[in-house]
């Protein structure tokens, strides 16, 4: 598997924030099926990430 740079485009469909703690849920394309995320994070004092976890699956997920 090669990493680096990648041109995928992202779609924000929710962005929820309550204090440092943020949520993110959104699409991607670029790849071949496109896919769903959903990001989880929270932020430091200096507004800087303090932790991160994201879920990504292809195909994406139907939105309702």
Known sequence: MRRGYKSYEY???ITLQSGPDCMIEGTASGTALGGSFLSSLSLDG???IH?????YCEPPVPRR
């Not at 932790?51 to 879920?55: P, T, V």
């Open 46 to 48: 200096d507004g800087r």
């Open 11 to 13: 779609t924000f469909a």
């Open 51 to 55: 932790r991160y976890a994201a879920f």
